[in-house]
């Protein structure tokens, strides 16, 4: 009841915030539109003259993505020098921005009413930039722990059931190497989450500190807050199968100006709706650990 009650409340608290939805909306469509320059750039260099690159309008050829990146390897042009610059600056606009989106639900969270939103939203920007930065240089490190784990895992379970071939996702063996690679992502993702909420509650307190409070809570709390993130990633998986299988329905549909102008209309709607949906990740978990941590106080 109580990771139901804090992800119906995270709906509402992102809700009472749109402007939030519509940031982190506008962000990602700013920066996706500007990382078709390059890669159209890239692609039109690599198969202007390519006579099967056609098919990249009909199907997916493995092979032209081998020429693909292969050329690319080999040639250090300004338009892959442009594209690994912006997609650099994304990154480093996103952790700005996150500072905003975390100390916004924050104070929607607790119940606190501060200046205007926008001048609110900026503020924690800058003051939270340095703490979001250092948290995803740590994330750095646990992915690669992650990957390290995971290769660790794969090693132990080819030499018991078998290798087995990866491109068949439906047998049996497939199906556990990819639940144990997304279960470690997820995890690393939660963590990084909760880092993220301890250091915009404790925020006077050093790296350290925070860090040891948010690992401290998750150990005493993982089966919580593992149930809490799992029950948002179906809710979100079961949105994009969903929207998988309104785009085979349109298969049916003539190639026409309506069908792209429809096509178009799903994408942004997908869109915005995971724009919606990453602040209700922030926004729930967020309202669990303001639960648990007065639940605690209460008890002592």
Sequence with gaps: MLIFASF?????????????????FLFKLGFSLILLAPIYLMFSASFG????????????????LIDFV??????LSIYFL?????????????????GGFWGILRDQSKKEERNLNMERFFS???????????????????????????LF????????????????????????????????????????DYLRIFCVQNFQERFSGFVKRAFRFLLTNIFKTLSLYYLLSFVLVMAILIFAGLNELMDGIPKTFFY?????????????????????????????????????????
Excluded: P
Aim: net charge positive; proline share 0%.
């Design 82 to 98: 442009l594209f690994f610059l912006v997609f650099f600056l994304a990154i480093m606009v996103f952790i700005f921005l996150s």
């Design 260 to 300: 792209v102008l429809l096509l178009f209309f799903l994408q942004q709607i997908l869109s915005l709706f995971r724009s919606f949906y990453r602040l209700v990740y922030y926004s729930s978990q967020m309202v669990l650990v303001d639960k648990l941590l007065m639940e605690k106080e209460t008890l002592s």
């Design 153 to 192: 895992f794969l090693s132990i379970f080819d030499s018991v059931a078998g290798k087995g071939n990866w491109l068949d996702i439906t047998s049996w063996r497939a199906g556990v190497k990819i639940s144990a690679f997304a279960f470690l992502f997820f995890l690393v993702n939660m963590i990084g």
């Design 124 to 150: 924690y920007c800058a003051r939270y930039f340095w703490g979001m930065f250092k948290i995803a240089l740590l994330l750095i490190v646990f992915y690669l722990i992650a990957f390290l784990l995971f």
């Design 8 to 24: 119906i409340q995270g709906i509402k608290n992102v809700w009472l915030n749109k402007f939030l939805i519509g940031i982190m």
């Design 49 to 64: 003259t390519n006579v099967k690159a056609s098919s990249l309008l009909k199907s997916f050829d493995f092979s032209l």
């Design 70 to 75: 292969y050329h690319w390897r080999q040639t």
